[in-house]
């Protein structure tokens, strides 16, 4: 275990130089009149000159590389072009915001995805075709949508969360909660029916396997024998899904985040990239990159312990 | 089953205490109460460096946190600020600057004669967009400890205005050198910026300062400012009651204020329509004749776009000076009727019996829609207009004069020499082909002076440029503010959001 997670770290490592080395050339090259953009439409070109100089844009490209690259080793993400606020600051500060929004979208997708999917699986009937129908809707519907509509029904309509804003745990615990708790279920229905179908399809292939027939004639109660060990071989590809599902959720929380005026980082994404705001289109790619890699490493540990074939591949 | 039902226990309490805690907006602390504004702003703040400030949408956060060293009111006229008095010299080279004593920043500093020199200076030198503001400054010092002299290379009559706005931001030393100004104000303003209760870029929190100077202008004891960029968010905004004062994203919105029980207040704050930049026709020679720009103008059925785009929210004009400038000119209105066969008749004099194309840019400035049905009109006015696509790296080709005409928004400044040194003047930045021509620097050094003949000089200007077909502007559009319950205000003239003392607790 341990040379397997020095493997995925060191991989990890070496994916994330390469991110800063593609992204930032893709960037760089695919945008211009920054400094126009940063200086204003109807700065002058004594004011554009001023802050190309100021930034080091009249520097040749290779030479801002090596130096945001320079600075990047040691931890330095530098400052918003646009701004002038540390990049680490703006990233960090909004980051926590964003993976509480992706974790607790994930944690709600697995809990009801599971329960949907074994119901599915074990009582078929109208609850297996409630889920089929519900990850047909849940990936044709625009989060965009579903956001929209929980917000008219229960911010507007019932008067039980806030339309919009956020609420840090800190100020006010109930607050906080709150203010996530639409965002998150948006964020969660999109995904839910995936991941109840990937777990409702790998149920009924345990359970119609040998070891599943052998454990009933042995006079295993049903519910012990789905749970404890159809559901326990059944979680591997489900396991694999949320974890492409945290991917996906931080995408569409770009989207979700801009409805709910949330202080994540897709709405700093959306804005920064339309700016080319390099150094912090940078530091959210990486940060985000980082993110991912990390859960991907989770999801094969957690692959590991739920399947000791895989400790030992 | 058991862990099931226990399951479904949990959830239940969940949801019964999550509604038991509901009742009304909480994001920002309730309703309004006189005691607390809440704002929705469109745009974020893009840096709280005075020597880098915008103005324009932005210019609420600045108004809560610093003053300036001249006020306008909401119809324009001058007023003091920290300034408590001024004069010009005979020449009007020189104004001198009378701060009041005794007013001090947040950290304590006071705000000497110094400290708004080298704020002016650094504004001058620094990057906003406006700098140019100050480009007729040659000096700027300290006479004494409360006052400032500045040395103008020539007169300049908007000076006092831009003095009241981001060019006369006034913050405190303690920022000049700090890497973190750009985040963290320190200024002599009626609030005081709250950074551990913000969040940058969705809500910032201010607090009125105790020691205020001037507590008239102090009408609640605190302010938030949300920022909505998103269209949906504002709306759901209004829908939930979460502001007393908000931009809207577009006049698109306004059933939704109406229907949330919002004021709508709307006044005219920018113009829309063509800048036929290429008045000596080096990129399209047609275009240097006048009368294919007077044919332009005769091609647009101005009440039926401003309909079919807008709504109607907004007013038809051939100017791009707004009703409120002294250059306005009521009669210039019906300059231009629409007229197809008239421009047709245009087009056929200046040699052009069969038409003329126009390569025009497709910009993310003006939606495609707006792009076909404009050009849907001209077609029958024997005007083809040919887009070309850009993506969003255009700006420096724009400014750069590469096209003879394209469409775009300017705002409608208060003062006439604001819109001359925005559009007009060869220097300006959407003179974009820097054409000089006699008439207009005539008439632009008379308006330099100022006086009964600088306004006179400003409607000549504008009955020049309006004759000369040099912009075919289309409508003004209005610019929305909508008010909750409990809440007024009054427009500013030219300024997309109200001064913040203007915004009033009923």
């Not at chain 2, 709250?194 to 100077?213: C, K, L, M, N, V």
């Not at chain 2, 507590?215 to 829908?239: G, P």
């Not at chain 2, 919105?253 to 004021?263: C, D, F, K, N, V």
């Amino acid at each position: 275990m341990r040379n397997f997670l020095v493997r995925r770290i060191l991989s990890g490592i070496v994916m994330l130089a390469t991110l800063a080395v593609v992204g930032y050339a893709l960037l760089r090259l695919g945008t211009s009149d920054i400094a126009q953009k940063i200086a204003g439409q109807s700065a002058g070109p004594a004011q554009v000159a001023l802050v190309e100089e100021k930034l080091g844009l009249d520097r040749p490209m290779l030479v801002q590389f090596g130096d945001w690259f320079g600075a990047l080793l040691t931890g330095d993400l530098g400052r918003s072009w646009f701004s002038g606020q540390l990049v680490s600051d703006t990233v960090l500060s909004r980051m926590s915001v964003t993976v509480t929004l992706a974790i607790g979208s994930v944690l709600l997708t697995a809990v009801f995805g599971v329960l949907l999917g074994a119901l599915a699986a074990t009582r078929r009937g109208w609850i297996d075709r409630a889920v089929q129908v519900l990850a047909v809707i849940g990936q044709a519907v625009p989060g965009f949508l579903l956001a929209v509509a929980l917000v008219l029904v229960f911010a507007v309509q019932l008067d039980w969360f806030p339309a919009t804003g956020y609420e840090r745990f800190a100020d006010s615990p109930v607050g906080w909660l709150r203010s996530v708790t639409l965002p998150i279920v948006a964020l969660a229905l999109g995904s839910l029916g995936g991941v109840a179908q990937q777990v409702r399809g790998s149920m009924l292939d345990v359970l119609g396997r040998d070891h599943v027939r052998t454990l009933r004639s042995r006079g295993l109660p049903e519910h012990r024998v789905v749970y404890r060990y159809v559901l326990r071989n059944a979680a591997g590809p489900a396991l694999s899904v949320l974890g492409l599902q945290f991917v996906i959720i931080l995408s569409a929380a770009v989207v979700v985040e801009q409805v709910f005026s949330i202080p994540g980082l897709g709405p700093v994404a959306l804005t920064s990239t339309t700016q080319g705001d390099v150094p912090l289109v940078m530091g959210i790619v990486l940060v985000t990159g980082a993110m991912v890699i990390v859960v991907n490493l989770v999801v094969d540990v957690l692959q590991g312990v739920i399947n000791p074939k895989v400790r030992l591949s | 089953m058991r862990r099931w039902s226990v399951a479904a226990v949990t959830v239940t309490s969940a949801a019964l205490v999550l509604t038991a805690c509901s009742g009304g907006p909480t994001d920002d602390g309730g309703s309004a109460d006189g005691g607390h504004l809440r704002i929705g702003a469109v745009v974020d703040l893009s840096t709280w460096d005075p020597a880098g400030a915008a103005w324009g949408n932005e210019a609420t956060y600045f108004m809560a946190t610093y003053d300036t060293v001249l006020r306008t009111a909401a119809d324009g006229t001058v007023e003091p600020g920290l300034a408590e008095t001024w004069e010009y010299n005979d020449d009007r080279t020189q104004l001198t600057l009378h701060l009041r004593d005794g007013v001090t920043f947040s950290d304590g500093d006071e705000v000497t004669a110094e400290v708004v020199a080298e704020n002016l200076l650094r504004f001058r030198d620094g990057t906003s967009e406006n700098a140019g503001n100050l480009g007729a400054v040659e000096s700027i010092t300290a006479a004494d400890e409360h006052t400032v002299e500045i040395e103008l290379s020539q007169p300049d009559p908007g000076l006092e205005t831009y003095l009241s706005q981001n060019s006369g931001l006034v913050g405190s030393p303690a920022m000049f050198d700090d890497p973190d100004a750009a985040a963290s104000p320190i200024g002599s303003g009626p609030y005081v910026y709250d950074e551990a209760a913000s969040i940058p870029g969705s809500r910032y929190e201010f607090t009125a300062r105790e020691d205020y100077w001037d507590e008239e202008i102090q009408h609640y004891d605190s302010i938030t400012i949300n920022v909505y960029t998103d269209a949906t968010a504002t709306q759901n905004a209004l829908r939930d009651g979460q502001v007393d004062m908000a931009n809207l994203n577009s006049t698109s919105q306004i059933p939704a204020a109406e229907q949330a029980g919002y004021t709508i207040n709307a006044a005219p704050v920018n113009w829309k329509g063509f800048i036929l930049a290429d008045r000596e026709g080096t990129v399209n020679e047609a275009l240097g004749d006048v009368r294919v720009r007077q044919a332009i103008n005769y091609a647009l059925d101005r009440d039926a776009l401003l309909q079919a785009i807008d709504s109607g929210y907004g007013e038809p004009t051939t100017q791009i000076f707004g009703p409120e400038n002294e250059a306005f000119v009521d009669e210039l209105e019906d300059r231009y009727p629409y007229d197809p066969e008239k421009a047709k008749e245009l087009l056929a004099e200046a040699g052009y019996p069969d038409g003329v194309t126009i390569v025009e840019p497709r910009t993310s400035f003006v939606p495609a829609s707006d792009y076909e049905l404009i050009a849907g009109m001209l077609v029958e006015s024997n005007i083809t207009l040919q887009g070309e696509e850009t993506g969003s790296e255009f700006i420096g080709d724009l400014l750069g004069g590469k096209w003879a005409a394209f469409q775009f928004g300017l705002n409608q400044e208060p003062l006439a020499w604001q819109v001359y040194q925005l559009a007009v003047a060869p220097e300006s930045a959407w003179n974009v082909k820097h054409v000089v021509d006699e008439t207009v620097q005539g008439l632009a050094e008379r308006m330099r002076l100022g006086g009964e003949d600088g306004s006179a000089a400003a409607r000549e200007l504008n009955e020049y440029l309006v004759e000369q077909a040099w912009f075919a502007p289309i409508y003004r559009v209005d610019g929305v503010l909508v008010t909750a319950e409990g809440t007024s205000m009054t427009n500013k003239t030219g300024q997309a959001v109200p001064n913040l003392w203007d915004i009033v607790p009923e």
